[in-house]
Antibody, heavy 120, light 107 residues
Framework: QVQLQESGPGLVKPSQTLSLTCTVS??????????WSWIRQPAGKALEWIGR???????NYNPSLKSRVTISINTSKNQFSLKLTSVTAADTAVYYC????????????WGHGTMVTVSS | DIQMTQSPSSLSASVGDRVTITCRAS??????LNWYQQKPGKAPKLLVY???SLQSGVPSRFSGSGSGTDFTLTISSLQPEDFATYYC?????????FGQGTKVEIK
């Protein structure tokens, strides 16, 4: 079955760029039935949607992060990626990648999550 | 943004109890409402989508209802593995938004 796995540095310095990749296995990222999304969760807090991408490259971002976020897709590698610039301690969180059901907008498959700490 | 408000924020219940969690949207979202279960240190798991459709593999003791602005998640008979935090999420419009969570604890 389809599985997602996040990868990337666990520690990022303030003002630098956070970069994460999500690798999709067990299925093709090019399926037109899904979007691909990033979500984050600070310790002890609720979930926050970061953005989504379609196989066409079309993206939607959370306005609260839009000026700092870029999500891209690499269909040949079955991966999609997140870049978040100018990070601060407020960006410290567990970052999840997830598959989004195209019609209903539900996140039906999630990665295990990766903890990213912003600290000097 | 569409604000999602869950109640209660936490509850204590016993095995076998019927549990109901409420989620209210700040505007009508039709039936674009999804429910997730999250256990400590784990990723959320989709339970119910489109307000009342049970995700494959989810036990039938879970059910969802509602439309417009008011929604409920019901666990008909609470089991030991159901102690967790539950989140609602609207998918009517981006940015997708989540409720603040309801923690279900053992009484």
């Amino acid at each position: 079955q389809v599985q997602l796995q996040e990868s990337g540095p666990g520690l990022v310095k303030p003002s630098q760029t956070l970069s994460l990749t999500c690798t999709v296995s067990g299925g093709s990222i090019s399926s037109g039935n899904y979007y691909w999304s990033w979500i984050r969760q600070p310790a002890g807090k609720a979930l926050e949607w970061i953005g989504r991408i379609y196989i066409s490259g079309s993206t939607n971002y959370n306005p609260s992060l839009k000026s700092r976020v870029t999500i891209s897709i690499n269909t040949s590698k079955n991966q999609f990626s997140l870049k978040l610039t100018s990070v601060t301690a407020a960006d410290t969180a567990v970052y999840y990648c997830a598959r989004v059901m195209n019609y209903d907008g539900a996140f039906d498959i999630w990665g295990h999550g990766t903890m990213v700490t912003v600290s000097s | 943004d569409i604000q999602m408000t869950q109640s209660p924020s936490s509850l204590s219940a016993s095995v076998g109890d019927r549990v109901t969690i409420t989620c209210r949207a700040s505007q009508s979202i039709s039936r674009y409402l999804n429910w997730y279960q999250q256990k400590p240190g784990k990723a959320p798991k989709l339970l119910v989508y489109a307000a009342s459709s049970l995700q494959s593999g989810v036990p039938s003791r879970f059910s969802g209802s509602g439309s417009g602005t008011d929604f409920t998640l019901t666990i008909s008979s609470l089991q030991p593995e159901d102690f967790a935090t539950y989140y609602c999420q609207q998918s009517y419009r981006t940015p997708y938004t989540f409720g603040q969570g309801t923690k279900v604890e053992i009484k």
